[in-house]
């Protein structure tokens, strides 16, 4: 392979194995995968958390040296997904009083997401804020600018992580000499990329069944709603096959081989045996109940997490993906357990892909987080800092690739830890993107309404000419009537 001089590099740090996948990305948004690389994580990451600091940055060391020697090519930084166990969210209101009959402007706006990002909470950090809808008096709306009222209420979805996690990950990228792009929540950038517009509108839920831990993701009208990441995963599924008496790995190839995720009752032989090995069996009934049973725990804790207002206003259904999502008959045991019909399995993103590589090609809901943030990704991140590469293909852009500024969503630089005048600055920088963001979102939400609302009226006066019209050819016809009796 040549040497390859742009391309983006993205990072995920899961429980079983830490991803490191390079690609381009297209104008029309399809990706072309160029190079992959995996590192066994069982002895460093927990959970989805960073443990063994010195493991995981020999880990990262070791992806960075593949990837570049699949390409050819220097690598100067690194998109990362944040994810695990202590990411969760929490729900906030702020309250603005207003004097009588106040009309509500932009500023109004951005001063409630301003204090809402100012909250503190102990040892954690505000990853991302996410407005769910303003509430007006009595009324709960999209966009209230320019409506009258004396009160004003803004509801967020806060999307939390703790501080070790970002002080530990920080470490890690350091001692690997590996500069941070940007840093996403991984949850959030796969379910931009498995989810259609139509199932974020209608309401979803998106469930990937990982390694230790199954990440919940319920959206509603295009907004997620909640976010939660529940400690169990199929591991646990192989710890309990193994407690049969025997090691982990023949467990693994036996959930492999015979795993189901929902059996009927008539289809289970009473005195039916699998092998292990050699002259090593054990009951099929006793292994099939305990697959199920530990399965039927990880439905139950998923279905605790939809929150009872959505619960009956899900048309998208679910969406299943991750390693766990390829078990056999896994949509019946959903269905049966959660009571929910429609349930879709998402075995790779909506983007066209292409590629040599068979993990890849495999569609098999594993690269789904990888390719998440692969897409996510804008930055051309080849090249070194003494040698960086110039313009030419998509990045048309002959300035230093490193980033400039503070970046919003993670930690700036290799694996440094903000001072407090950095972190401030960070955070107004993304409070300043998200009011943008905000305005741009309330005045595509304006034109919107405006749009329906013509439509409406062009309706109106459709149907009132065709009604005129009727009344007018009535009338007509019965003075001719009246005009003919009187002759």
């Not at 390694?211 to 319920?218: D, F, G, L, P, S």
Request: proline fraction near 3%.
């Amino acid at each position: 392979m040549p040497q390859i001089k742009d391309f983006i590099v993205a990072i995920e740090l899961g429980s079983a194995k830490i991803t490191g996948i390079a690609g381009k990305k297209n104008a029309d948004g399809s990706l072309n995968v160029l190079a992959i690389a995996e590192e066994d994580s069982s002895s460093c990451i927990r959970k989805g958390m960073v443990y063994n600091l010195d493991k995981t940055s020999q880990c990262l060391t070791n992806i960075l040296k593949k990837l570049r020697q699949a390409l050819k090519s220097e690598i100067a930084m690194v998109y990362v997904g944040a994810s695990g166990q202590s990411i969760h969210c929490v729900k906030n209101v702020i309250v603005k009083e207003l004097s009588e009959d106040t009309i509500i402007t932009q500023d109004m706006i951005n001063d409630i997401m301003d204090s809402n990002r100012a909250m503190v909470y102990p040892e954690m950090e505000i990853l991302d804020a996410i407005t769910q809808e303003y509430r007006v008096g009595a009324q709960l709306q999209a966009d209230p600018i320019g409506i009258q009222t004396k009160r004003l209420e803004g509801n967020f979805l806060n999307i939390l992580q703790r501080k070790s996690y970002y002080r530990n990950l920080n470490q890690c990228f350091d001692k690997a000499g590996i500069e941070i792009a940007e840093m996403y929540l991984a949850p959030m950038a796969m379910a931009e990329s498995v989810l259609t517009e139509n199932e974020m509108r209608g309401g979803c839920v998106l469930v990937d069944l990982g390694a230790e831990t199954t990440t919940v993701q319920v959206y509603y009208k295009n907004i997620l709603r909640h976010l939660a990441v529940i400690p169990l995963g199929g591991n646990n599924i192989t710890k309990d096959i193994a407690s049969l008496s025997m090691e982990e790995e023949e467990a693994e190839r036996m959930k492999l081989e015979y795993g189901c995720a929902y059996t009927d009752i008539e289809d289970i032989e009473e005195n039916g045996r699998y092998k292990v090995k050699d002259d090593l069996t054990i009951s099929s009934k006793i292994f099939i109940e305990c697959v199920e049973a530990r399965l039927q725990e990880i439905i139950e804790n998923v279905l605790m997490q939809i929150p009872q207002e959505y619960r009956n206003r899900l048309l998208g259904g679910i969406i299943l993906t991750g390693g766990g999502s390829n078990m056999k008959d896994i949509k019946k045991a959903f269905r049966n357990h959660t009571k929910i019909d429609k349930i879709r399995i998402a075995n790779t993103v909506k983007q066209t892909v292409t590629s040599n590589i068979p993990e890849i090609n495999a569609q098999d809901g594993t690269m789904n987080t990888a390719l998440g943030l692969l897409a996510k990704g804008d930055m051309n991140c080849a090249g070194t800092p003494a040698n960086r590469p110039g313009p030419g293909g998509l990045f048309d852009n002959p300035e230093p690739v490193r980033p400039q500024e503070p970046r919003a969503e993670g930690p700036k630089g290799p694996g440094v830890i903000e001072s407090p005048e950095e972190r401030a600055a960070r955070l107004e920088e993304k409070a300043r993107r998200e009011r943008e963001q905000e305005e741009a979102r309330l005045a595509e939400e304006r034109i919107r309404r405006r749009i329906e609302e013509e439509e409406k009226e062009d309706d109106k006066k459709e149907k009132g000419g065709l009604f005129n019209k009727a009344i007018s050819g009535l009338k007509n016809w019965t003075k001719k009537i009246v005009s003919e009796d009187e002759e």
